[in-house]
């Protein structure tokens, strides 16, 4: 016998107590229909529908109680140590950088009736999801962000809770454990590690700078020297160059523009006197909080290659260490230029590649050119569909526009090819790769924000090397027989390497510091604007003193 009901997640939750829901992942999308194909249960008490009726609007709700037979989690003897567990989370979610009034905690009460019982599953379903998933759409945010938080850790998350000896500690493991987000939580605080011991002398105000010698100077080194910052010298008054570059690492800690001059802004944040310095720092930090949920299922203990846009960086991280690190160059901050945001799999490096001019580029800024002279960027093919390379003396190049333009662009391997002598391809829709380049000039400048969008790197044939170290032994020697071929040739990596392009301008360095870089493309400030719509302030949440630790 089969009965089919209709009514979105009142029928998931319906459902799931008739056994029709197997493999339930906690998608967020109602369901239109249900199907069941087991004798159907008509016998729902009026508690039980009212519960299921209170819980549709909830996916994640509807699937969990459609499972559990609608039975109450909260109600009971039994539920009030998840009512505890749930309201401690709650207490703790500063430390994640949310606000807790987001989860409504004034109306878990200890009442024992459907109202108590869908606050706290309400508040409960809300919080795995933040924790899980990143309280924004990234895509709604800004649609340079091209990654997709996963929708199937929620309902599983439920179901442990319920069943849990001790459900604190689902709650509690259930945010990113990744090294780097429990550093930004630690951060989250207060720059505690930046506040200079008291009873140091005030550095005078000013403007001191590079080879000026005054007592300030000397002042500047030891509250410097009080929180890491060290920077010794034969005459402590000098301005020096160690002075200069420790000024510039505690400016990049504090987020302050790190021009290794001390200034107004950095005095005043060394001698203890605030300023937006410290609210910036804070809401960099929030932000990466918000972009680590949204990687929380990605695989990041595993080898992958991270590249940080704001950053100009491009490393590789192995078992949870930076294994390689290079220089890299982003795409220009202009609408068609900007990198997007996005993980896919690395599956070979090209040797000596040919550069296919982008479509997007060829008549954007070659049609003009060719239009004007025939014989204009000779150092492209003008190329048919079927891959031939055609005479340019046989085209009217006037005849097309940048919509009628029926040709590709193609360069040929060489030393002087845009892309260099490698490039590596992970697929992906907007045909983002990293790549060599002949402008290395580029690379000695501090903002590399000059690409046509793709990822130029720093060291492209070390990075190569390192790339290809799980397949050979000796990867330099493959990489060079592939390059004395002269030609195209293709590098498989097995198995593929995970490619991550992320946006973290707040970050741990080595010595596990938060180092702030700048919003080149505005990017957190959008989130930033999205956040507050949801209850955060102009600074972190105040994090509740002496909370035990895990949250």
Known sequence: MAVRMVGGVLALALAGVLGAVPGVSGAREP??????AVAPRLDFTAEQMALALAVSGDADLAAFYGSNGLRPIFLGP??????????EA?????????????????????????????????????????????????????????????????????????????PAAVLAGAGPDHPAYLALQQALSGPADLVVPPGLPRIATGVWRPGQRAAAVTDLRVRLAAIGFAATGPDLSLYDDALTQAVAAYQRA???????????????????????????????ILVALERMRWMAAEDLDSRHVWVNIPEFSTTIIEDGAEVFRTRSVM???????RTPEFSELMANVVV?????????????DYLPRL?????????????????RVLARDGIDFTRFSAASFPFRLRQKPSDVNALGMVKFIFPNPWNIYLHDTPS???????????????????DPVDLAHALLSHQTDDPAAMFQRARDRERETWLSLTPPVPVHLVYFTAWPGPDGRIRLFDDIYGRDARIWEALQTHGFGATAPAVVAELPSGL
Not at 102 to 128: C, G, I, K
Not at 256 to 270: K, N, R, S
Request: proline share 7%; net charge positive.
């Open 254 to 284: 504090a987020g302050l523009p790190d021009d290794g001059v001390a200034g107004p802004q950095t005095i005043a944040a060394l001698n203890g006197d605030g300023g937006a310095g410290q609210d910036a720092r804070q809401r960099a």
């Open 440 to 458: 290395k000039h580029l690379f000695a400048n501090r903002v590399r924000a000059d690409s046509n969008g793709c990822i130029r790197i720093g």
């Open 352 to 364: 000596n590649p040919s550069w296919n001019v982008p479509r997007s580029i060829a008549v954007r």
């Open 78 to 87: 039994e539920g009030e140590a998840r009512r505890s567990a749930l309201r």
């Open 331 to 337: 795409g220009k901050d202009t609408p068609e230029m």
């Open 31 to 36: 369901l239109a229909a249900v199907t069941v």
């Open 90 to 166: 709650i207490q703790n979610a500063p430390r994640h950088g949310i606000p807790a009034a987001r989860y409504q905690p004034d109306r878990l009460t200890d009442a024992q009736d459907l109202t108590a019982e869908v606050a706290h599953a309400r508040a409960l379903s809300r919080l795995l999801r933040d924790l899980t998933e990143g309280i924004l759409n990234p895509a709604r945010v800004d649609p340079e962000i091209k990654r997709q938080p996963l929708r199937t850790a929620v309902t599983p998350l439920l179901a442990r809770f319920q069943v849990a000896a001790d």
């Open 371 to 387: 239009q004007a002279n025939r014989y204009a960027v000779s150092h492209l093919d003008v190329v048919d569909g079927a891959g």
